[in-house]
């Protein structure tokens, strides 16, 4: 089994940071992707930022040059640096990850439970 630990949600003013960070344990021989996706009050979850293997981004045109995803491989975790913050960032942020439990399954999908950022002042 495989857990996804999220961490660093809260409360930020507009134009504030956090930081968030996701922790994968348990039954893992590679991680392909990881990811960060949010789901706003009355909203459809979505795309915030991926990295697949260390070093290759893609953002939210919402997010892009706002916030930054990066992987620490050896541990496992995926971070986001959200600068700039703004109302409409509000929602549940959800930590993702594509990984194999072994070499010769296919990759699995798993989600943390979420971690909660408000922005307001």
């Known amino acids: 089994q495989v857990q996804l630990v999220e961490s660093g949600g809260g409360l930020a003013q507009p134009g504030g940071s956090l930081r968030l960070s996701c922790a994968a344990s348990?039954?893992?021989?590679?991680?392909?992707?990881m990811g960060w996706y949010r789901q706003a009050p009355g909203k459809q979850r979505e795309l915030v930022a991926t990295?697949?293997?260390?070093?290759?981004?893609n953002y939210a045109d919402s997010v892009k040059g706002r916030f930054t995803i990066s992987r620490d491989n050896a541990k496992n975790t995926v971070y986001l640096q959200m600068n700039s913050l703004k109302p409409e960032d509000t929602a549940v942020y959800y930590c993702?990850?594509?990984?194999?439990?072994?070499?010769?399954?296919?990759?699995?999908?798993?989600w943390g439970k979420g971690t909660l950022v408000t922005v307001s002042s």
């Open positions: 993702n990850a594509v990984l194999r439990h072994t070499a010769v399954v296919k990759p699995m999908n798993y």
């Open positions: 348990g039954s893992i021989f590679s991680i392909n992707s």
């Open positions: 990295i697949i293997s260390g070093s290759i981004t």
